[in-house]
């Protein structure tokens, strides 16, 4: 029987484990301690010591995990960054015989991936003296590689029997366990949802301005750097500024804190190289906790084990943007609660807090017929909740195929072009979550109130999978601040996607592409025919349009095509890898820019169509009025005052931010609804209505 403040269900993996172990007394080991009974276990974790590194920058994020008989009772918090890091944590077991050792398994963290093994050990629990702290120092091995230095971890223990009262409330809990350990296990891990729901408690705003005297990496002296942010498990790499020491970057992102006392910023930078590993050009970091708060920080950071400095602005502000509560406790259902969020954004705050935009409310209710992910011909679902970097999640539903979450989850809204994305999960305890089902939902396309029954699709949201998710949306904006913030550049998502090599997807971009030159194509030969007559009312009206607006256009293409530098077989691939890469994402970018054109003017986003609409017929009232020259000269002046007035503002074009909110084509197949099937048709029950 096992019982913790921490307890979560794992499997048992078979490896070999290693062990020393250092007592404050005189040892135990001869004297057989009474067994089967209830002893109690108070474990600290203390800290690691020259652990393995996993990271490509020679670190590791370490965690451990406690194991008895099968069962995970005890995960620690990551240290990021750190071959040596100190924990201080407390653990208490119930354990009801000795028989079975503790096993320690320590990983490296990897967002997004599965985490990396960094070496196990196990404390036999019949060797420990009783009703004395003892000091543990285990070595940790590795089962496939035994010669491996893996480094130690330190422990203090203290095993105590438990007799009498206690031992009778710990059998009673032991029936009680044996009776409904399915149960207990999902409500012991409602207590950790809050740990991995991510809950944040303020942003960390930071600009990267520039850089200055870089480390050439390059062999005419330059560099190609670009720079990547770290914060726990979020990430950011910015774009990559070629040939160049004093790359100007001007990029804004925000990362979320998840504790009260901040956190550490690590940054580095690198040069890119197209036909090997990037080059590492040096590496600083920001601690957050030495900030203060609703203040912008000019920061000039030397660059460790390298050259130059970078310079950001770093801003941190308090907020309580998202939350997750039940169903049955829903925020929205208090009628002040309501009255006041509707006031909140009202067409009469239209200048208070641009920022603010609207509110959404996701309940997350059930869902239907998902795929068996484990042998047993079930599965463990959990729903995780994304809208741009804000991200929930749900507790697990075990062994189940029609899981009921009735969680409710609220954002406030940043961009009402944004698209929640709702993703079914399996749990798969030791390894990463298996896959089951993903939906992405426009804010825009949201009717209010209603619930719906949404198909899952597979991850690359082309075709559908098995099962529905049930879900019921409220969207409340304001019309005004989310056309104002149309015009500012996109949030971008501090994920790092990996770019990849696909057959599939760089012959649909050349399709895609080509379907943009065929329509210039045949504008191009409906210009041709107003030329040659072919209808002379037609050509009488062109010549007459179009007289003065004829511009030749050239085009230059710089590329080096040879290298004088001789490369092996693999860096070669590498260079081949990366050319088609970026031939892949050029023809994803030129198609998207014309079908984002096409799809302007044929109302695929009402909110946009008519946002253009109001923008031209405003523009056409103030020519009217105003002469071209003037406004001319009142756009220049703003441009080139722009850097006096604010110098470390950020550059963007209006009209590009504006088409990057209007949908692709690809995009618009990922975000259309697929019909349910008939025996999964919702009671669709009508709320009232927020908007």
Known sequence: MLDNCKLKSACNLPVIYNKKIHTSGTSNADVPLADPGMYQLDITLKRGQSLAARDRGGTSDPYVKFKIGGKEVFRSKIIHKNLNPVWEEKACLLVDHLREPLYIKVFDYDFGLQDDFMGSAFLDLTQLELNRPTDVTLTLKDPHYP???????????????????????????????????????????????????????????????????????????????????????QKYKSKIMPKTLNPQWREQFDFHLYEERGGIIDITAWDKDAGKRDDFIGRCQIDLSALSREQTHKLELQLEEGEGHLVLLVTLTASATVSISDLSISSLEDQKEREEILKRYSP????????????????????????????????????????????????????????????????????????????????????????????????????????????????????????????????????????????????????????????????????????????LVNAAYYVNSCFDWASPPRSLAAFV???????????????????????????????????????????????????????????????????????????????????????????????????????????????????????????????????????????????????
């Open 147 to 233: 010669d491996h230095d893996l480094g130690t971890i330190l422990l203090s223990v203290v095993l105590t029997p438990k007799e009498g009262e206690h031992r009778d409330v710990t059998m009673l809990m032991r029936k009680s366990w044996k009776r409904s350990s399915k149960l207990q296990t999902q409500s012991l891990r409602l207590s950790d949802v809050h740990r991995k729901s991510h809950l944040w408690r303020g942003i960390v705003s930071i600009t990267l301005i520039e850089g200055r005297d870089l480390k050439a990496m390059d062999s005419n002296g330059l560099s190609d750097p670009y720079v990547k942010f770290r914060l726990g498990h």
């Open 348 to 519: 009469l705050r239209i200048f208070h807090n641009l920022k603010d935009v609207g509110f959404l409310q996701v309940k997350v209710i059930r869902a239907e017929g998902l795929m068996a992910a484990d042998v047993t011909g079930k599965s463990d679902p959990f729903c995780v909740v994304e809208l741009n970097n804000d991200r929930l999640l749900t507790h697990t539903v075990y062994k189940n195929l029609n899981p009921e979450w009735n969680k409710v989850f609220t954002f406030n809204i940043k961009d009402i072009h944004s698209v929640l994305e709702v993703t079914v999960y399996d749990e798969d305890r030791d390894r990463s979550a298996d896959f089951l089902g993903k939906v992405a939902i426009p804010l825009l396309s949201i009717q209010n109130g209603e619930q719906k029954a949404y198909v899952l699709k597979n991850k690359q949201l082309t075709g559908p999978t098995k099962g529905v998710i049930y879900l019921e949306i409220d969207v409340i904006f304001n019309a005004v601040k989310a056309s104002l913030r149309t015009l500012i550049p996109k949030e971008q998502k501090y994920i790092e996607e990996e770019n990849r090599l696909s057959k599939q997807l760089l012959l649909r971009n050349f399709i895609r592409m080509k379907r943009c030159v065929m329509v």
């Open 545 to 691: 349009v179009v007289e003065d607006m004829l511009e030749d256009e050239e085009e230059e293409d710089d590329k080096d095509d040879k290298d004088s530098e001789k490369k092996g077989f693999i860096n070669k691939i590498y260079a081949i890898q990366e050319v088609c890469i970026s031939v892949q994402n050029i023809l994803d970018e030129v198609a998207s820019f014309g079908e984002r054109i096409k799809n302007t003017f044929n109302w695929t986003v009402p909110f946009l169509s008519w946002l253009a609409i109001v923008a031209l017929c405003a523009f056409t009232v103030i020519l009217y009025f105003i002469p071209l020259r003037y406004i001319v000269l009142v756009w220049g002046i703003n441009k080139f005052t722009k850097k006096l007035r604010s110098p470390y503002a950020i550059d963007n074009n209006e009209l590009l931010d504006f088409l990057s909110r209007v949908p692709s084509d690809v995009q618009v197949v990922q975000y259309q609804e697929l019909k349910p099937d008939p025996s999964h048709s919702p009671c669709k029950r009508k709320k009232n209505n927020l908007g």
